[in-house]
């Protein structure tokens, strides 16, 4: 026996421009039947939360699949699965398509060709899929716009919940992010980690989905965008405290990657604190108290 829930929706040309809409959404336990062989035009994420089963590759290579695993199903590649008989398994799947998928491939998101990718934990990908399962109720006017950007967030879930990659991220990614403002290039960093700068590529495109070079650049620009905003240090400091000994070279870069230059960011941005702003993130549900002054 088998339980199975299921809604499928048709999102209009509009959302489509949103980058990723849901096409349908789904809840299943129990020992279902097989799927396929059969091939899609859209990409299906199929959470598997408890059981065990097989996944056959269009090269007629078994893999057993082990729950908590994800069944990545890929636009054009011929797919065939199913739970083992009797016990079945528990599994919830979501159907989405739309030009991002290009990107959240090219990023790492999404592999074509690792169709079963073993989970360290399902929770979270699948609270992703329950809430995609709510606001599938008929009656819903933000339905494609609500499911299309949970799609975004189950792609970062899944991600996160890889069993090859640590829950809280790489080592060498943290060192990097901890290391990134000083003035180290990036065979400086391999070597600091005794990789090689290829070694040090592969790792952080695994782990990141870009090379160091971008990472590093992004955790410098974000720092010195904190810098402009909060503080009244000069443009040549602001640089040197993230890493660059040249300030005409730091302002054509972040011009270049920020589409204006560092004066003006903080024309627009300044937000001059005394003592700076605080490093401790808030917590949105629990916001500090704010003393304000006694009208006299």
């Known amino acids: 026996m088998y339980h199975t829930w299921m809604r499928f929706f048709t999102p209009g040309p509009t959302h489509h421009r949103l980058g990723l809409v849901c096409l349908g959404v789904g809840l299943q336990y129990g020992a279902l039947p097989t799927v396929g062989p059969r091939t899609l035009d859209h990409h299906v994420a199929v959470v598997i939360t408890t059981g065990t089963g097989w996944y056959l590759s269009p090269d007629g290579r078994r893999t057993t699949v082990t729950a908590p695993a994800l069944l990545w199903l890929t636009p054009g590649v011929p797919h065939h699965y ?15 398509s739309g030009p991002a998928t290009a990107t959240y491939t090219a990023l790492g998101y999404i592999e074509p060709g690792r169709p079963v990718v073993p989970l360290s934990d399902a929770t979270g990908p699948r609270a992703v899929i329950a809430r995609i399962a709510r606001a599938a109720r008929r009656d819903n006017p933000l339905l494609e716009v609500e499911t299309g950007a949970a799609v975004h967030e189950l792609l970062v879930a899944l991600r996160r919940a890889r069993a090859d990659l640590a829950p809280d991220g790489d080592q060498v990614l943290k060192a990097l992010a ?58 040549a400091a602001v640089a040197r405290r993230v890493g660059y000994d040249d300030p005409a070279y730091f302002s054509r870069l972040f011009t270049r990657r920020v589409g204006m230059a560092p004066v003006r960011f903080r024309a627009q941005q300044g ?10 993130v808030p917590d949105p549900a629990d916001p ?6 006694h009208a006299p």
């Open 82 to 96: 199913a739970p083992d008989p009797g016990a079945g398994w528990d599994e919830g799947f979501v159907d989405f």
């Open 178 to 235: 901890r290391d990134a403002c000083l003035p180290l290039s990036v065979a400086d960093h391999a070597t600091r980690h005794g990789m090689t700068p290829a070694e040090l590529r592969t790792a952080v495109r695994r782990g990141a989905g870009c090379s160091p070079k971008d990472y590093l650049l992004g955790i410098r620009l974000g720092r010195a965008k904190e810098l402009l905003a909060a503080t009244e240090l000069p443009v």
């Open 271 to 280: 937000r001059t604190v005394h003592g700076g702003w605080s490093n401790q």
């Open 288 to 293: 500090p108290m704010i003393e304000r002054p």
